[in-house]
């Protein structure tokens, strides 16, 4: 008995060393997660109401802390995996982060689920794929961009799933109240749509997974 937990937990300790050292994981007390989450939340929300009102939107620029030297560069396009910046649409908060549009999808709906559809076929719900980043992933906000880029840039650790900042994906369609603030609802996660899309042979063959596929489509635009 003793021998088994003593092994799991050395595994434990060398798995935790492992992300570690590969610079992957950060370790954050509740307390400093809940700093950042109130620190964000009161700077950014006032800035999507701003562009709200004036009925603008905005664009932003995702950036990796760890390869912060690859901007302005554009990804090797064989290289697996996120690009280390990459521009998006932020237009809205969920209640521990900000939520940005990878792109719009279309997709059609059958009694499994919501799934992508086939050549030729006509879509029946036009989404978003939207992805959530905690607040406590953000290490810094420049609102003003830069000489290559004016918009705004998001400094960001990605030591979420699959070395990216997300902590979840999901497809939605982005809706507002009257006189208030955007916000996507939930129309299918990314997990049924891939499951469902598979089955019906509709979901794409290269990469295997929509982590991956996102290392593809949210390459940087190289103008």
């Known amino acids: 008995m003793w021998e088994f ?65 690859e901007y302005p560069d554009t990804t090797d396009p064989n290289r697996k995996g996120i690009s280390a910046w990459f521009r998006c649409g932020l237009s809205s908060t969920y209640h521990n982060g900000i939520e940005v549009n990878l792109g719009w999808y279309g997709l059609v709906k059958e009694e499994i689920g919501w799934r992508l559809p086939k050549k030729g076929e006509k879509d029946e719900q036009t989404v978003a794929m939207v992805a959530c980043i905690p607040y406590e992933r953000i290490e810094k906000v420049d609102w003003w961009g830069d000489t290559f880029y004016s918009n705004s840039q998001v400094y ?18 982005l809706e507002q109240n009257p006189g208030g603030p955007w ?20 979901y794409w063959t290269r990469p295997k997974t929509w982590r991956d596929r996102l290392g ?8």
């Open 156 to 173: 960001c650790h990605f030591d979420g799933k699959h070395g990216t900042p997300y902590d979840d994906i999901f497809y939605g369609t």
């Open 183 to 202: 916000f996507y609802l939930k129309v299918a996660t990314g997990d049924e749509v891939e499951k469902n899309s598979r089955a019906a042979g509709t």
């Open 5 to 69: 937990f003593g092994g799991s937990l050395i595994y434990s300790m060398l798995k935790d060393l492992l992300a570690a050292v590969r610079g992957r994981r950060r370790r954050l007390t509740p307390e400093q997660v809940l700093e950042l989450r109130q620190k964000w939340k009161k700077e950014i929300e006032p800035k999507l109401w701003e562009r709200t009102q004036d009925k603008l939107s905005m664009d932003v620029i995702i950036r990796d802390m760890k390869r912060l030297d």
């Open 216 to 223: 593809q489509i949210l390459r940087p635009d190289p103008r």
